[in-house]
């Protein structure tokens, strides 16, 4: 039986494995997993009666493939939710029994809603062109961002760095507003140091143009057009407990076809032979190989590997960012709902909020009941939120102790209006080393990292880190998919792997 070893049971991973276990052939496959939960940055931890994603993870794509592995895992739901009830909502339900009131394996229909906030006002994310932004902005910065953008349009700016890329698709005045701070948080580096295809892959389509478009065929109340970018959908699933419900039920199915998935597994060593691996080692444990499915980050499979130092000079150099995210429960917040969209108690109703506001290091602060009530100890009478900060070793963020991170998070919330006096009554922090795979540094050297991995003829590398590509969950499942549907019709081509969020098919399927 042909003994395949995956590295990581995070969303890439497992589903490499559901698709080799699930097809009917006999495989022996074997999931080595350095943590001790199945989901990877996709996973949701509990805590004090809640629970917490690492960071807010929806559950959307452009390829219908995708929603329907999903929906083939977990049913949408058919009954409205406990929040849904109380505000009424009318949602598409699916057919079915999936009532998250009854059932715990579904996947709830939420909204979309999440603002930039921005000198102490809130705006619209996605960039809205409403009544209430252009009043917010005042006049004339309103004029001054439609003439910066109408002037960017005439002479367009060399793509050349991620500043550049949005100059060119928003003009200087929003790029300043709404993209240059938060882009140097999340990066650590100023946008003009930055690859522009961070942007290409992230951004995609949209512009201040795609924004006019969105906002006409709303204003006529047209239907949707069928390429609206990935950043403008305006609803997502969510599973009832968080987004690692989902990879939990995927690993209990691994397991119940036959997968081994093996927890506490730190993948140190891969051996080779005649450009082939022959076996993956986690310390001692040796496990022999016919296939091995990497989702390790590259910078350490490179080492494992025992790659020539020229490639380990790149791989070594390879630049990441870390993510701290600080749950805090409370009482209230001093923001209150002055939307359209009813929410609980009259507090936000958004999901995420950007923070733009060089005064705090905070980046974006989640609010957990908004995702899933069911994710929240007293949904209703209590607050969740996950502040956000991006970070790296060395910054002072990443040294710092729950309690210190839980006081900056609360003072910082303080600080710029969110929170009021209200005060916490709980928190929790996780730390996610690699969170975010960097596009700078020697990444523009990764071409001779890829074709030295791509010389071993049984080795695949998938997903997020795997890739050192920003994938989000849909294209990390996607390299796998390709990557079993290869080893499935024994293929040794891994152009389609390496394809997933590079080709504009994949963008524009859908
Ligand atoms: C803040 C944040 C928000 C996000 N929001 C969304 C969202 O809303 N929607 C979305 O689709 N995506 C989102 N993503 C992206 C999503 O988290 C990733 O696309 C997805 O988790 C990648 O899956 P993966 O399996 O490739 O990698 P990972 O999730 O990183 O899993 C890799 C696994 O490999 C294991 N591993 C690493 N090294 C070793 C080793 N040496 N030996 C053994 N095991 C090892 C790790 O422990 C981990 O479990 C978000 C990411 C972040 C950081």
């Known amino acids: 039986m042909k003994k395949i070893v995956i590295i990581g049971a995070g969303p890439a991973g497992l589903t490499a494995a559901y698709e080799l276990l699930s097809c009917g052939k006999d495989y ?14 996709s996973a949701t931890v509990q805590c004090g009666g809640c629970r917490m994603d ?107 760095n991620l500043e550049n890329f949005y100059i060119n698709r928003f003009g200087r005045e929003l790029y300043k507003m709404f993209f240059e701070g938060y882009t140097q948080k999340l990066w650590g580096k100023h946008p003009r140091d930055i690859s522009a295809q961070w942007g ?75 450009g082939r691996i022959v076996s993956v080692s986690c310390g001692s444990e040796i496990f022999p190989a016919d296939e091995c499915i990497s989702s390790m980050p590259i910078k350490e499979l490179a080492r494992a590997i025992g790659a020539p130092e020229n490639i380990r000079t790149i791989t070594d150099a390879l630049p990441y960012r870390d993510l701290v995210i600080v749950g805090l429960l409370v009482k209230d917040l001093r923001l209150k709902n002055t939307g359209k969209k009813p929410s609980i108690r009259n507090t936000v109703p958004d999901c995420w909020i950007y923070v733009q506001d060089k ?94 991995l791509d010389s071993f003829d049984n080795l695949w590398c998938i997903g997020r880190n795997g890739q050192h590509r920003y994938n989000n969950m849909d294209h990390s499942m996607m390299t796998a998919i390709e990557t079993a549907g290869a080893i499935k019709s024994q293929s040794r081509d891994k152009t389609p792997v390496w394809s997933v969020n590079t080709d504009k098919a994949y963008h524009e399927k859908k």
């Open 28 to 41: 022996d496959v074997t999931l080595l997993e350095a943590g001790s939960i199945p989901g990877g940055i």
């Open 54 to 160: 690492l960071g807010g993870h929806r559950l959307f794509s452009k390829d219908e493939r995708i929603m329907n592995w999903w929906k083939s895992i977990m049913p949408v739901q058919s009954k409205p939710a406990c929040d849904d009830k109380l505000l009424c909502r009318k949602k598409p339900y699916a057919c079915g029994s999936a009532d998250p009131e009854k059932s715990d394996s579904v996947l709830l229909i939420r909204d979309r809603v999440s603002h930039i906030y921005y000198k102490n006002k809130f705006y619209n994310y996605p960039v809205e062109l409403s009544a209430k932004m252009l009043h917010d902005l005042s006049l004339p910065l309103t004029a001054k961002v439609l003439a910066s953008y109408v002037r960017c349009r005439i002479s367009k700016l060399p793509e050349t």
């Open 200 to 274: 290409a892959q992230r951004v995609k389509g949209l512009s201040l143009t795609a924004v006019m478009k969105d906002t006409l065929h709303k204003l006529l109340g047209s239907k949707k057009s069928s390429n609206t970018e990935t950043s403008l959908i305006e609803q997502f699933w969510y599973p009832k407990f968080g987004s690692g419900q989902l990879w939990q039920t995927v690993a209990d199915k691994v397991t119940a076809i036959g997968g081994h998935i093996l927890y506490d597994r730190k993948v140190t060593g891969i051996q080779t032979n005649g």
């Open 359 to 452: 005064r705090v290091k905070l980046g974006r602060m989640q609010v957990f009941n908004n995702w899933s009530p069911y994710i929240v100890k007293d949904p209703f009478e209590t607050l969740w939120l996950g502040a956000e900060y991006f970070c790296s070793s060395g910054d002072g963020i990443a040294e710092m102790t729950d309690k210190q991170l839980a006081g900056l998070a609360a003072k910082e919330l303080r600080r710029i209006g969110i929170l009021g006096s209200s005060p916490v009554l709980y928190y929790h922090a996780e730390r996610v080393p690699k969170a975010y795979p960097a596009y700078f540094g020697s990444y523009s050297r990764f071409g001779s990292v890829r074709r030295y």
